[in-house]
């Protein structure tokens, strides 16, 4: 099984020398973002993000299924990532590595079970017919950082999704095509996003977004998922070492601003997807099948 | 290296732009990125400035991709992996078979004074041997002089990476006549440094301070994947040196 190649006692004992002063490899602030960079494919639910030198893809897919017997209200949420040789030559095709689990249960907490997504509006004929939807998450390059960017792949994708449009009519279930109507929006219910805080010297240092020579230099990391109102959905920490509970709340107040941070670049960047894509006239505003709420 | 011209895969390179030999026996060397089509045809496969040396009637394709494939005589930085009974197993590039570095393969060692390397520590090195069936050899000293020659354990410092053109440019004879690089001897007239390239793409920098190490990293790296000129460079160093 391949490992990710750990970094060399210099490397290692250059990098903890730095952050003595507060200094970090690229430059940047201890509590910064590296560049983010979001960009929408010709459909919905594609995003495609940069953190840095990071990318990650996310796509959204919608069919139609019958639901679980046990949970006839609720439409399916899943999110499947895929971490192929593609990104890592340290990632391996068809088995589960930690590190893979270790994402996929983060942004399972984060997206599906803090109700970001309320699957009971994904129902359409209560024990019959639902909306499966599902994220495939794929990481193309791996610099640092994946949970954060995978979360905010998967936000924006479910944000910039839209789905066909359906009626009932006499017990029978009507789909549009976005010719007859206009696609509509998932129905989210706040927008959480996760920030891997990772800490060094029993948490008096934390370092936002960092590089994967830096988490491997780490002593553990805390990842806080959050939406922009402070709201926290999951708090985790891993890595072993100790921390204390003033440097959680700490780490928590930070995450919290940098979530605010990030959200309000993802609705800049909805918002130009939105402005390219309006073709404007009376027609496209009467069409629209959101109304004012 | 005299005339730049560029070819891309498939091109046909013409007989007239091929080094007229100064020394008629010597015969016609093809480097990468170039294939002879039998009887008399020169094509290249890669993208890239062609290069010409006519001294040593070589001609070659510059070409930044790739991964690096040892070959003999070339410096590289490795790092210890493992030891075993007389031999440190050295990873050269991730992810890639160890290279086998003797315990008794440094200046003055023997059985009693060969030095002690732990897990992850770097070594300057030179690749003795090199084939597609066996794992690379590599030695830290000229195994004719037995001198080390600047190579062994590099203590202290950083590592940085940078593109394997770059290492092959900054280990040119002639770096700035040939290579295009001025950053070094600009950085060097202010600040004192030591330095080390790694054919597979990896350079040491060790200096007095964490600012002054991460200056000249910074300003390879910026150099490399912005693809300076020289003036460009200068200017680059003068703006980092303010920042320190």
Not at chain 1, 156 to 181: F, M, N, Q, W
Not at chain 1, 198 to 210: C, H, I, P, Q, T
Not at chain 1, 272 to 278: I, L, M
Not at chain 2, 59 to 66: A, L, M, S
Request: net charge neutral.
């Amino acid at each position: 099984m391949p490992r990710e190649a750990e970094p060399s006692i210099n490397e290692r004992a250059f990098i903890l020398e730095a952050l003595q002063e507060n200094i970090r490899l690229d430059g940047r602030p201890l509590d910064a973002f590296r560049e983010l960079h979001i960009a929408f494919g010709e459909e919905y639910g594609v995003a495609d993000v940069q953190l840095g030198k990071t990318r990650v893809l996310c796509r959204i897919s919608a069919s139609i299924a019958s639901p679980y017997p046990d949970r006839k209200f609720d439409g399916i949420f899943t999110i499947t990532t895929e971490l192929s040789p593609l990104a890592s030559p340290a990632f391996e095709v068809g088995r589960q590595s930690d590190l893979e689990t270790h994402l996929s249960r983060v942004l399972e907490t984060t997206l599906r079970r803090s109700q970001a997504l309320s699957t009971e509006s994904l129902c359409l004929i209560a024990g019959q017919k639902v909306w499966s939807l599902r994220a495939d998450i794929h990481i193309l390059s791996h610099f640092g950082n994946l949970i954060d960017t995978s979360c905010i792949a998967a936000l924006a994708a479910l944000r910039h999704c839209r789905i066909p449009d359906t009626s009932i009519k006499g017990g029978v279930l009507i789909v549009y095509t976005p010719l007859e109507r206009d696609p509509v929006p998932l129905a989210l219910l706040h927008h959480p996003l996760c920030i891997t805080l990772n800490y060094f010297e029993s948490g008096e240092k934390m370092l936002v977004d960092a590089t994967l020579q830096e988490q491997q230099c780490s002593e553990g990391e805390i990842v806080v998922s959050a939406n922009p109102q402070g709201e926290v959905c999951l708090v985790q920490k891993g890595g072993g070492g100790e921390v204390d509970a003033l440097v959680l709340l700490r780490g928590i107040g930070l995450a919290v601003g940098k979530v605010r941070e990030v959200g309000k670049v993802i609705d800049r960047v909805l918002e130009e997807d939105a402005k390219r894509r309006d073709k404007g006239g009376v027609v496209s505003r009467e069409l629209r099948a959101e109304n004012e709420r | 290296m005299a005339t730049k011209t560029l070819v891309f895969p498939g091109d046909i390179i013409s007989p007239e732009v091929l080094p007229i030999p100064t020394n008629p026996s010597l015969p016609l060397k093809l480097g990468p990125g170039l294939r002879h089509v039998p009887p008399s045809t020169i094509t290249s496969t890669l993208a890239g400035p062609l290069c010409i040396d006519r001294k040593k009637n070589a001609i070659w394709v510059e070409n930044n991709t790739g991964r690096y494939i040892p070959q003999p005589n070339d410096l590289i930085i490795a790092t210890v992996h493992h030891s075993s009974t007389d031999i440190y197993h050295c990873s050269i590039t991730p992810h890639t078979a160890f290279a086998q570095l003797p315990q008794l393969a440094f200046e003055g060692a023997t059985k009693k004074t060969r030095p002690q390397l732990n897990s992850g520590s770097l070594i300057y090195a030179r690749i003795l041997s090199a084939s597609k069936h066996t794992d690379p050899e590599i030695v830290c000293y000229n195994p004719s002089t037995g001198k080390s020659e600047g190579m062994g354990e590099l203590k202290g410092g950083m590592l940085f990476d940078i593109s394997m053109a770059m290492a092959r440019r900054l280990l040119m004879h002639k770096q700035k006549a040939d290579g295009g690089i001025a950053l070094l001897e600009e950085i060097g007239g202010k600040v004192a440094f030591e330095i080390a390239v790694g054919r597979n793409g990896k350079v040491w920098v060790k200096s007095g301070g964490v600012n002054e190490t991460l200056l000249v990293g910074r300003a390879l790296q910026e150099t490399d994947t912005q693809g300076l000129g020289i003036e460009e460079q200068v200017k680059v160093v003068r703006r980092l040196m303010r920042q320190v």
